[in-house]
């Protein structure tokens, strides 16, 4: 069965500077790989994927990810926060042989200090 | 346009209540998830739907949990003789076509279940 692990409960970090959310996953052939962002009180919203072909993959808000076959390993990444990107944060995995299931970490709280 | 929507937002329930969970997914859209997330957790899988049958629902926790989806549209979860531990946010996520694996997911903004 596929899993994923999202170590660290809270990241801080500075406005303005860099913002790393790690995610290492756990599946039994090829996975497709994906990170969400969740605010108070909403569903969560789809920031980017991993499916196939350059490992470095672009997203929503200035969001990035890099997927490390080596390392298991899919960490969210963007070169400057801002305050508004204080939110909980769920990497994700699928199975591409598998089945249809979605396996989320349990999270990471991301707060940004003005 | 039209996100997923999820009907009642909040829900209060006595022990051993029943409840209904209502889920309107994006219109089109061919596979329906549903997830259960506890508070400071992930979501957790519960059942998954492809138009109206009912492909895995190997997530459900027990046999007070049912799931349905008669006409490939909306889509109902209901929690028979409600426990404690059922008290969750309940998630409903669709996506476009039934190759899914691939696909991202649109969530709702979920039902908040309190069994008192």
């Known amino acids: 069965a596929q899993s994923v692990a999202q170590p660290e409960d809270q990241v801080n970090v500075a406005e303005g500077n860099p913002l790393t959310v790690k995610c290492t996953y756990s599946v039994s052939g090829n996975p497709y790989l994906f990170w969400y962002v969740q605010y108070p009180n909403r569903g969560l919203q789809f920031l980017l994927k991993?499916?196939?072909?350059?490992?470095l993959v672009k997203g929503s808000y200035g969001f990035e990810a890099e997927f490390n076959k080596s390392q298991t390993s899919f960490h969210l990444k963007k070169p400057s926060a801002l305050v508004s990107d204080s939110a909980l944060y769920f990497c994700a995995v699928r199975d591409k042989g598998g089945n249809n299931r979605l396996a989320f970490g349990k999270g990471n709280q991301v707060v940004v200090i003005p | 346009g039209a996100g997923v929507s999820q009907s009642p937002r909040y829900k209060v329930a006595k022990r051993g209540q029943d409840v209904a969970l209502r889920c309107d997914p994006i219109?089109?859209?061919?596979?329906l998830f549903w997830y259960q997330q506890a508070l400071g957790q992930g979501p957790e899988f519960l059942t998954y739907f492809q138009n109206e049958a009912q492909l895995d629902k190997s997530g459900l926790p027990s046999d007070r949990f049912f799931a349905e989806r008669p006409e490939g549209s909306v889509s109902t979860l209901k929690i028979q003789r409600t426990q404690q531990e059922d008290s969750a946010v309940y998630l409903c996520?669709?996506?476009?076509?039934?190759?899914?694996?691939?696909?991202?997911?649109?969530f709702g903004n979920g039902t908040r279940l309190t069994v008192t």
């Open positions: 996520a669709s996506s476009l076509g039934s190759g899914t694996a691939n696909s991202p997911l649109h």
């Open positions: 219109s089109g859209h061919v596979s």
């Open positions: 991993y499916i196939t072909g350059d490992n």
